[in-house]
C-alpha cells in the first residue's frame, strides 16, 4: 500500500460528516456577565442581577435562522459557573435568581425554540468553574462536572454538539484542576452519540484562532496528536485577554495536512476546522458596541473561508440585558441570509454543456449536476489528474464558483486550477489546493465566460468531486 493509498482510508465519520453539512451555525453568549459588562465573571456575582425580562428564545431562533443559520449553541454555562438551567448540584443558577420568579430555565426555552423552528440545538458548558468549591478537587470536581453535563444531555432533547473550550485556570488556593477529559467524552457518546464534541474534543478542532482568520489550505486529515493541542493545560487560556483572542495563526502551523506534512506519519485522523468568531468585538453584550457589529463584506469573506474554505462557520451573537438580539446584529444576520440566497441560487451549470478527458464508467463528470454523494466523479485507478470543461451557448457572468469532493472517500485533491475562456482569449482566474467538503472560489468583480477549465493537476490517488456548482453574478 502506497502512503497516498493510506492517507485516503482516514474519512469522516457519520456524526462529523452531519455536522460539516451544517456549514454554518451560532454561538449565543449569554450569562451574568451580560449583566455586569465583563468579558468573564469572577464567580461571586449574585444570582440577583440575571433578569432578562423581555427574554425571546423565539426572537434568537427566527434572526439565526433568517441568516441561512443550521444550528445554536448555548453558552449554558460559563466560567463564572452561573448555570441558565435548573441545575440540582448548585444555588449558582437561576433558580436563585428573580428570572421568571425563580422558575426559569434559559435552555429549556431555546432547546425548545429551536426544536420549533427547525435548529440543531448545542451546549456549552465550561469545564473551568470559578464558583465551584470543589474545583482544583480531582474526582470530586469531575464528579460535580458530569452531574451536571448529564443534566444537559438528558432534559433537552437531541443536542448536536457539545462544545469546549480549554480555560484552565487556578482554583482555590492556586489548586489546578486536571480535567477527566476521557470521562467527559465517554459520558457524551453514552448519552447523545450523534453530538460531536468540538474543540476540546475528538470530532471537531479549533481553527487557532477567534478573530475569524483561516488558512489557505484547511486540511481534515491531519496527524492523531492534534486533537491534544488544545487540551494541554499550558496551552490554554487562564485570563481574558485580546492576544488570546486574536492570535493569529502561525508559520508552523499553517499547514497541518499536505503531503510533506504528513509524510512519515503512522497515525491520522480525521479532525474537520470549525472558525469561530463574534459579531461584536465582544463575546458578550455590550452597549458600547451596538455601532460595532462587523460589516457584512467582512462576514461573508469570513464565510468564503471557512464554509468555503472546508470549515465550518461558528458566528456569536450576543442577547442584550432585556433577553433580545440587539436590532443591529438581527438586521446584520438578514443582511447575510440574503447575500446567500442571491448568490447561490442561479447555478447556470445547469444550462451548460460538460465533459472531461478523464473519468471511470459509471463515475462520469454528468454526476456534479447533483449536490450529492451518492453519485459523483472519479477518475480510473492511478489517474491522478482530470481536466474538466463546461461550456455555455452565450457568455455568463460568474460570481461564484463551489467544489467538493467526495469525503466519504477522504480528501484526494492536492492542486487544481480553473481556466476561464471567453473567445479566443484566456485567463486563470483562481489556483488552489485543498477541496474537501466545500470550496467557495469568490469572483469579487465578476467573470465573464462562454467556457470554464478546471484542472485537478495533482491528487493522492483517484480524484473525486461531488458537486460543481456556478452561480451567475448579481447585480
Known amino acids: 500500500m502506497s502512503f497516498d493509498e493510506l492517507l485516503i482510508k482516514t474519512i469522516p465519520s457519520e456524526r462529523q460528516l452531519s455536522f460539516q453539512q451544517l456549514e454554518f451555525y451560532a454561538f449565543v453568549h449569554f450569562t451574568v456577565n451580560t449583566f455586569t459588562g465583563l468579558e468573564w465573571g469572577d464567580g461571586k456575582e449574585s444570582p440577583e442581577i440575571f433578569n432578562p425580562?423581555?427574554?425571546?428564545?423565539?426572537?434568537?431562533?427566527?434572526?439565526?435562522?433568517?441568516?441561512?443559520?443550521?444550528?445554536?449553541?448555548?453558552?449554558?454555562?460559563?466560567?463564572d459557573g452561573f448555570c441558565l438551567w435548573q441545575s440540582k448540584h448548585t444555588q449558582h443558577s437561576v433558580a436563585s435568581s428573580p428570572f421568571r420568579g425563580g422558575k426559569g430555565d434559559v435552555v429549556k426555552e431555546v432547546s425548545e425554540a429551536c426544536a420549533k423552528y427547525g435548529i440543531k440545538f448545542g451546549v456549552y458548558?465550561?469545564?473551568?468553574?470559578?464558583?465551584?468549591?470543589?474545583?482544583?478537587?480531582?474526582?470530586?470536581?469531575?464528579?460535580?462536572?458530569?452531574?451536571?453535563?448529564?443534566?444537559?444531555?438528558?432534559?433537552?432533547?437531541?443536542?448536536?454538539?457539545?462544545?469546549?473550550?480549554?480555560?484552565?485556570?487556578?482554583?482555590e488556593n492556586g489548586k489546578k484542576q486536571y480535567y477527566d477529559w476521557d470521562r467527559y467524552y465517554a459520558t457524551i457518546r453514552e448519552l447523545q452519540p450523534n453530538a460531536c464534541i468540538n474543540v476540546c474534543g475528538p470530532d471537531i478542532r479549533w481553527c487557532g484562532n477567534e478573530a475569524g482568520y483561516t488558512r489557505k489550505a484547511e486540511w481534515s486529515v491531519v496527524p492523531a496528536r492534534t486533537r491534544d493541542?488544545?487540551?494541554?493545560?499550558?496551552?490554554?487560556?487562564?485570563?481574558?485577554?485580546?492576544?488570546?483572542?486574536?492570535?493569529?495563526?502561525?508559520?508552523?502551523?499553517?499547514d497541518l495536512g499536505s503531503r510533506e506534512i504528513l509524510e512519515g506519519e503512522t497515525d491520522l485522523v480525521w479532525y474537520p476546522a470549525e472558525v469561530n468568531t463574534s459579531i461584536r468585538p465582544?463575546?458578550?453584550?455590550?452597549?458600547?458596541?451596538?455601532?460595532?457589529?462587523?460589516?457584512?463584506?467582512?462576514?461573508?469573506?469570513?464565510?468564503?473561508?471557512?464554509?468555503?474554505?472546508?470549515?465550518?462557520?461558528?458566528?456569536?451573537?450576543?442577547?442584550?440585558?432585556d433577553g433580545l438580539f440587539h436590532e443591529n446584529d438581527v438586521k446584520r444576520l438578514e443582511d447575510i441570509g440574503e447575500y446567500l440566497r442571491r448568490n447561490f441560487s442561479n447555478n447556470v451549470l445547469e444550462n451548460a454543456k460538460l465533459s472531461c478527458n478523464e473519468s471511470l464508467d459509471g463515475f462520469g463528470i454528468e454526476n456534479v449536476r447533483c449536490d450529492s454523494y451518492d453519485s459523483y466523479f472519479r477518475t480510473a485507478?492511478?489517474?491522478?489528474?482530470?481536466?474538466?470543461?463546461?461550456?455555455?451557448?452565450?457568455?455568463v457572468d460568474i460570481a461564484n464558483i463551489v467544489l467538493k469532493e467526495n469525503i466519504r472517500l477522504s480528501q484526494r485533491?492536492?492542486?487544481f486550477t480553473v481556466i476561464a475562456h471567453l473567445g479566443d482569449a484566456s485567463e486563470e482566474i483562481y489556483s488552489g489546493t485543498v477541496v474537501g467538503y466545500k470550496r467557495i472560489i469568490p469572483l469579487k468583480d465578476g467573470v465573464k465566460a462562454d467556457r470554464l477549465t478546471i484542472s485537478i493537476t495533482d491528487s493522492r490517488v483517484a480524484p473525486t468531486l461531488s458537486f460543481i456548482g456556478v452561480y451567475e453574478k448579481i447585480d
Open 53 to 79: 425580562e423581555k427574554l425571546d428564545a423565539e426572537q434568537w431562533v427566527k434572526a439565526i435562522k433568517s441568516a441561512g443559520m443550521k444550528g445554536l449553541i448555548l453558552t449554558c454555562k460559563h466560567h
Open 125 to 171: 458548558l465550561s469545564p473551568w468553574d470559578r464558583n465551584c468549591k470543589l474545583y482544583g478537587q480531582g474526582k470530586a470536581y469531575d464528579d460535580y462536572f458530569i452531574s451536571q453535563l448529564t443534566e444537559l444531555l438528558t432534559n433537552y432533547g437531541e443536542v448536536f454538539s457539545v462544545w469546549f473550550d480549554g480555560a484552565c485556570g487556578e482554583g
Open 229 to 254: 493541542t488544545e487540551k494541554i493545560a499550558e496551552n490554554s487560556q487562564h485570563e481574558d485577554n485580546e492576544e488570546f483572542r486574536q492570535r493569529q495563526i502561525h508559520a508552523w502551523d499553517g
Open 282 to 321: 465582544g463575546w458578550f453584550y455590550h452597549d458600547h458596541e451596538d455601532d460595532k457589529v462587523r460589516s457584512l463584506d467582512d462576514l461573508i469573506n469570513v464565510y468564503n473561508c471557512s464554509v468555503g474554505g472546508n470549515a465550518t462557520f461558528l458566528l456569536n451573537i450576543p442577547p442584550t440585558p
Open 381 to 395: 485507478d492511478g489517474t491522478t489528474t482530470a481536466a474538466i470543461d463546461i461550456r455555455w451557448d452565450k457568455p
Open 413 to 415: 485533491i492536492e492542486n
